[in-house]
């Protein structure tokens, strides 16, 4: 086992979890709290998951691809004991050897390539920002101190163009400048507009609406008048 890969896939299953809404009802135990519960399976596994929310389904009746993969971005597999609870085991040596490699070799690695792959098919080999199909690269949403390239979930990647994907680092670090003067329950709204306005108003009048947010109210309200109107289209 390793304590270390153990604390990041932990970590970042929290992230992801939260970000995709799954983090209803979820548990974490270490393998000696979860002893002391006496339960039937799972006592050789390294860390246990309970769930009876949104991952529990996911796990079951959904889509889970995501999930798994993201564990075995860490050297784990993981497998059910009961519908409700999920036992994470350490597999792979190879990340015990990867911290004399450069960013560079990293990229190299069949765990990247094999990520990137994916992302690139995902995006019809496209750029997501200008549907340019000329020298795409995969972008980080964001990095984590320690992680590998191939340890984030998928849906923390972008394929972009080499044009966009320069003008998307030096955006994305204005927003982050920005954000230090924000307290975190405005954070929290900007989430909630991002996983939940955009899956009631189309994206094209949200973001108007946004862009409208000066002086100019007559403007603002006719563009917040679309949006309704739009939305009552949508659903």
């Known amino acids: 086992m390793s304590n270390s890969q153990?604390?990041?896939?932990i970590k970042i299953?929290?992230?992801?979890?939260?970000?995709?809404?799954?983090?209803?009802?979820?548990?974490?135990?270490?393998?000696d709290e979860w002893?002391?519960?006496n339960e039937e399976?799972?006592?050789?596994?390294?860390?246990?998951?309970?769930?009876?929310?949104?991952?529990?389904?996911?796990?079951?009746?959904?889509?889970?691809?995501?999930?798994?993969?993201l564990?075995?971005?860490?050297?784990?597999?993981?497998?059910?004991?009961?519908?409700?609870n999920i036992g994470f085991?350490?597999?792979?040596?190879?990340?015990?050897?990867k911290g004399t490699l450069t960013y560079s070799q990293k990229l190299k690695d069949y765990r990247w390539q094999n990520k990137r792959k994916y992302i690139l098919e995902r995006a019809?080999?496209?750029?997501?920002?200008?549907?340019?199909?000329?020298?795409?690269?995969?972008?980080?949403?964001?990095?984590?101190?320690?992680?590998?390239?191939?340890e984030y979930p998928f849906d923390s990647f972008r394929c972009l163009c080499i044009a966009c994907h320069t003008k998307r680092g030096l955006t994305e670090q204005v927003l982050r400048g920005h954000l230090a003067s924000l307290k975190t329950n405005e954070l929290d709204s900007l989430i909630h507009l991002v996983s939940t306005g955009?899956?009631?108003?189309?994206?094209?009048?949200?973001?108007?609406?946004?862009?409208?947010?000066?002086?100019?109210?007559?403007?603002?309200?006719?563009?917040?008048?679309?949006?309704l109107t739009k939305r009552f289209e949508q659903h």
């Open 13 to 31: 299953l929290k992230i992801w979890l939260k970000k995709n809404e799954l983090d209803g009802d979820i548990q974490f135990y270490t393998i």
């Open 124 to 150: 019809n080999n496209k750029c997501e920002d200008c549907n340019s199909t000329l020298n795409l690269q995969i972008h980080h949403c964001y990095y984590m101190y320690g992680y590998e390239p191939w």
């Open 89 to 97: 085991y350490y597999d792979n040596i190879e990340n015990e050897k």
């Open 41 to 69: 399976y799972l006592n050789d596994s390294e860390f246990v998951i309970t769930t009876e929310g949104g991952l529990n389904f996911m796990l079951n009746y959904g889509d889970s691809d995501e999930f798994y993969d």
């Open 71 to 84: 564990v075995d971005s860490f050297g784990y597999y993981c497998e059910l004991g009961h519908s409700w």
């Open 198 to 227: 955009l899956y009631w108003y189309p994206r094209k009048e949200i973001f108007s609406l946004l862009s409208s947010l000066k002086h100019n109210q007559t403007k603002m309200k006719k563009v917040f008048a679309k949006l």
């Open 6 to 9: 153990q604390d990041k896939l």
């Open 35 to 37: 002893k002391q519960r």
